[in-house]
Every structure is written in C-alpha cells, then in structure tokens.
Antibody
Framework: EVQLVQSGPEMRKPGDSLKIFCKTSGYYFPTSWIVWLRQKPGKGLEWMANVYPADSDTRYNTIEGGQFTVSADKSTDTAFLQWDRLAASDSATYYC?????????????WGQGTPVTVSS | QSVLTQPASVSGSPGQSITISCTGTNSDVGAYPYVSWYQQLPDTAPKLIIYDVSRRPSGVSSRFSGSKSGNTASLTVSGLQSEDEGHYYCMSYIGYNLLGVFGGGTRLTVL
C-alpha cells in the first residue's frame, strides 16, 4: 500500500524558520514526483511545487507569498517543505501528494496534512 | 494561471443525482485529457475519485462519474448518500512544468 505520512502540527512566530516532512512508503520513491499543496483555513487547494527525488529537479508554481523551498532525500524516501522566514500569511494546512504523470496526471495518495500556525 | 470555476455549493436529496461543473480555458481543461476530481470530507485530506476526465481509481464507488465537453468538465454523483457530504475539487494540468490548477471547490450538501 502506498502511504504518505506527514509531520505533526507546528506553531511558529513570524520570522521563524520551519521544515516539515512527508515520509513515503509502498512504492519506488525516486521516480515519482511529490507535490506540495497549501490549503488556507476555509479556503481551497493551491498547488505550490513539485520535487523529483531521483535528481532533485523542482518545479515551482507562482502563488501568493511563495517564499519556500522543496527538496527530497532518496536515502529516507522523504520529501521536505521548508521556509527560512515565515509570515502570518503562511498559516495553512500543507499536504503532500504523489503525482501520477506521463500519459496521465493525478494526485494520489495524499498525506494527512500538516497544520502550520504562524502567530506572534 | 487562474483558478478553475466551480459552483460554490450544490445540494440534493438522498438517492438523487447531482452534477458539479468545472470551467477552465482552452489552455487547461480544454487542452488536455487530464482533469481529476478530489473529495474532501470534513477534517480529512483530499481523496482522488476521478482521473483523466472519466477514469475511476480502484475502490471508488461507481456512483461517481466524470465527463468533459470543451472547456468544461463535470462530476456526477448518483444515488446521493449522506456520506457524500463534503467539498469537491476539480484539477487540470496547465500544460507546462508538470503543474496543475484547482477549482475553487464545491460544497455538496445532502438534504
């Protein structure tokens, strides 16, 4: 069974740094893209960025407040999302998902989500 | 890129059918056979229910079906059940960088 398990809820202050993770299992991690998505409270889903673990290729979407970095570690089958300086507007639940691509395009499965609260 | 357009809410009675539309442009929905739909039940992560316009993943109820005409995709839920209540999001490939765009989401209420 393919599973994506994310790190737990986080609370930080504006200006803090943060790194959250997405631990995968049940498939060959290096050759599937991992996508990070944002969902602000009461709002819809936003596509943030993709990372390809085999060669650490990354693709970033243009979204509001997009000051973040994605990465992956093949040795631990884990993807990461990090911020050097958080802002209050970064408060959201963040999801990771595996991207099916090639002659198809879908996100499945999804991690359970990591709520991030940024407040002074 | 712009968010795909979905109705904010739809509702139906148990046993009825509803359809949710998802309108994009000829650069996303209209250009590729890569529209997918996600169900997000309260306080849970989204779940894939339709991919590549009309394909259903293993384990997803046959009550869910998808279609597309031009720049508009549609999700139909037949035989509505109370457990179907939640939000539904469409997503389309946007044609570059392996990026996608979502609809704003539709809240489904079973009366």
């Amino acid at each position: 069974e393919v599973q994506l398990v994310q790190s737990g809820p986080e609370m930080r202050k504006p200006g803090d740094s943060l790194k959250i993770f997405c631990k995968t299992s049940g498939y060959y991690f290096p050759t599937s893209w991992i996508v990070w998505l944002r969902q602000k409270p009461g709002k819809g889903l936003e596509w943030m960025a993709n990372v390809y673990p085999a060669d650490s290729d990354t693709r970033y979407n243009t979204i509001e407040g997009g000051q973040f970095t994605v990465s992956a570690d093949k040795s631990t089958d884990t993807a990461f999302l990090q911020w050097d300086r958080l802002a209050a507007s970064d408060s959201a639940t963040y999801y990771c998902a595996r991207l099916g691509s090639g002659t198809t395009f879908w996100l499945d499965p999804w991690g359970q989500g990591t709520p991030v609260t940024v407040s002074s | 890129q712009s968010v795909l357009t979905q109705p904010a809410s739809v509702s139906g009675s148990p046993g009825q059918s509803i359809t949710i539309s998802c309108t994009g442009t000829n650069s996303d929905v209209g250009a590729y056979p890569y529209v997918s739909w996600y169900q997000q039940l309260p306080d849970t992560a989204p779940k894939l229910i339709i991919y590549d316009v009309s394909r259903r993943p293993s384990g997803v109820s046959s009550r869910f079906s998808g279609s597309k005409s031009g720049n508009t995709a549609s999700l139909t839920v037949s035989g509505l059940q109370s457990e179907d209540e939640g939000h539904y999001y469409c997503m389309s490939y946007i044609g570059y960088n392996l990026l996608g765009v979502f609809g704003g989401g539709t809240r489904l209420t079973v009366l």
